[in-house]
């Protein structure tokens, strides 16, 4: 199906102005928090602190009001490795979600962003630090690892972490439109076609993801494994659950990941979110596509028992 009307009439109310591209993307930012503003009664929403290597971690926490929580989530926000807090919808909306339709305690993760000379590792070792905490304060409850984007990649890295390290490994792999590979496959002809018109502050170029890289990393040779977790061991991993974007320059990057886990058996499950783009998850709008991949991963965080 063509992209969604709604991201056509937002892509177009983000240009309108004509303004810099720092500028559109602060707009971006307000936009999202304004529009139908998300909250919940049945849930509670709790500030807590990880200690990690490099200070203090906030943290957010969420369970439902009513009843025990019968599993648990770290979710980690995207944003490409520099942008993006608790606030932001993908963080906050989706985390009180999951909580709520999985009768989990949820946790997001303010981790330190790649700005100001803040690299890699130091994003990781904050998500790391913030899953030791939570397997530390509920090691009863089995445990899923999720996140959005670069926070799926930071998610992912950090099971390979627990993995190579013989720590408590999550039970599941949630991730969303995750950013795993550098360089990132093409897209397939026909949606490079669709996406033609799209404008450039709303697509990830190769020399968009190139700088991200940089701006991460430092550098886009020797990458270590863990930097850009495709480019890993992926054996061993437990189930996981693919959301892809249709319209996105990422997707390519998910898809190969799904590829490669099957092929070292790991249980693998994806759904494509049908003409919704890159970063859906941060829009709170009554969108069918939004609703399938919120339930597409509360599905899989149920499961846990």
Do not use: K
Request: with cysteine.
């Amino acid at each position: 199906m063509p992209l969604h009307q709604y991201f056509v009439d937002w892509l177009t109310e983000m240009t309108s102005a004509g303004d810099s591209e720092q500028a559109i993307r602060q707009r971006m930012t307000q936009r999202a928090r304004e529009r139908d503003p998300w909250a919940h009664p049945d849930v509670v929403v709790a500030d807590a602190v990880a200690t990690g290597p490099h200070g203090p971690i906030p943290l957010r926490t969420y369970r439902p009001r009513h009843g025990e929580c019968a599993r648990s989530l770290l979710w980690v926000h995207g944003g490409g490795f520099r942008n993006g807090d608790l606030d932001m919808p993908e963080a906050h909306v989706v985390s009180g979600e999951l909580s709520l339709r999985t009768t989990a305690f949820v946790v997001s993760v303010g981790y330190r962003l790649a700005r100001d000379g803040v690299r890699y590792p130091v994003p990781l070792d904050d998500v790391h630090a913030a899953w030791s905490w939570l397997r530390s304060e509920h090691a009863s409850l089995p445990a899923a690892l999720g996140g959005a984007s670069a926070g799926a990649a930071l998610a992912l890295a950090t099971a390979l972490r627990a993995r190579d390290r013989a720590e408590a490994t999550p039970a599941a792999l949630l991730l969303a439109y995750p950013f795993a590979h550098f360089p990132v496959p093409a897209l397939d002809d026909a949606t490079a076609v669709e996406m033609a018109g799209t404008p450039a502050f709303a697509r990830s170029s190769p020399a968009a993801v190139e700088e991200m890289v940089v701006n991460y990393v430092g550098r886009i040779s020797d990458l270590p494994a863990d930097a850009l977790p495709g480019g890993a061991r992926l054996a061993e991993l437990p189930p996981t659950r693919l959301v892809l974007s249709e319209y996105d320059d990422l997707r390519p990057s998910g898809e190969l990941l799904e590829r490669q886990l099957r092929e070292v058996d790991v249980p693998v499950t994806s759904h494509v979110a049908r003409g919704m783009r890159h970063g859906h998850l941060n829009h709170v709008a009554p969108l069918a596509g939004i609703e399938e991949s919120i339930a597409f991963l509360a599905d899989g965080l149920s499961a846990l028992s």
